[in-house]
């Protein structure tokens, strides 16, 4: 969160020494990757068969189809894939220094991929920059809740359209930017 709002109130020990200055920097971070995430929101119909069809579809639908982009990807799913599994649904995430921006979107797939026996049929698609200010990664972190929060958001990132996932992105990061503020 932000520091108090009176950022000359020395009584404010959210402040810890920052200042005025400090205070609007991050709120600017926070308006940056909201602006991004809401510019570049994509929700895509695919025909891929696999996992890594689809990871090389995601880069190539946001303009990242830069082989870094697709290793940045391949390298956290190397790790694990995550699988919400009763949803149906797959995160896929990375950050990569190809990235210049942050970067959200849903795919959805004709049919299922197996991911060690937990089924996915569409996937939540974010990237971001390897070095990124915890505020503007803090932009992505509330999708990431609310997807495990909220089931009528679930249900929009499987069958909602562009304008109302756009819809539903705008009243999270509005409560967000509001909390941010305060």
């Not at 991004?36 to 990871?55: K, R, T």
């Amino acid at each position: 969160t932000l520091p108090d709002a009176n950022p000359q109130d020395p009584a404010a020990s959210d402040w810890k020494g920052s200042n005025w200055k400090d205070w609007m920097q991050g709120l600017n971070e926070i308006t940056e990757g909201i602006l991004q995430v809401l510019e570049g929101l994509f929700v895509v119909a695919s025909d891929c068969e696999s996992p890594s069809e689809a990871i090389r579809a995601a880069a190539q639908i946001m303009g990242k189809d830069h082989p870094d982009v697709v290793a940045a990807f391949e390298e956290r799913e190397s790790l694990g894939s995550i699988v919400v599994a009763e949803h149906g649904l797959w995160l896929l995430h990375a950050r990569t220094d190809s990235a210049r921006s942050l970067h959200f979107g849903v795919l959805r797939f004709k049919a299922p991929f197996s991911f060690d026996g937990q089924k996915a049929d569409t996937a939540v698609v974010m990237l971001a920059p390897q070095n990124i200010s915890e505020k503007k990664i803090d932009v992505l972190r509330q999708i990431s809740r609310t997807i495990a929060e909220d089931i009528a958001f679930l249900t929009l990132l499987k069958r909602g359209t562009v304008e109302e996932l756009y819809l539903a992105l705008e009243a999270i990061f509005k409560k967000y930017f509001d909390q941010a503020r305060s």
